[in-house]
């Protein structure tokens, strides 16, 4: 009978891990491609906003739309263009 592996985790880790500015780079840069994705549909104008947030630190990134073209073209279909723009921030960033 195999050994029971116990696994003990370090949350002081996890917070370091998650302030990391190698990490937060990265997750801007993903950001940024699905923003590209988004403009380049040429379905109105598109921004993002890049934030860490209080308490436990966490970096996040959001795609939004940015003019009224955006808006509509979200609401027609039903935001197939800001989802099918986030295959784009999938794999490496730059």
Known sequence: ????????????????????????????????QVLDAANASGNGTYYMQSETTGGKGRHRVAV???????????????????LSSLDAGRGQAP
């Open 1 to 32: 009978m195999a050994k029971k592996v116990r696994v003990k985790y370090e949350k002081g880790a996890f917070r370091e891990l998650r302030t990391d500015p190698g990490v937060s780079s990265d997750i801007d840069g993903r950001g940024q």
């Open 64 to 82: 939004h739309t940015g003019d009224i073209q955006s808006m509509r073209s979200e609401a027609k279909n039903s935001g197939a263009t800001l």
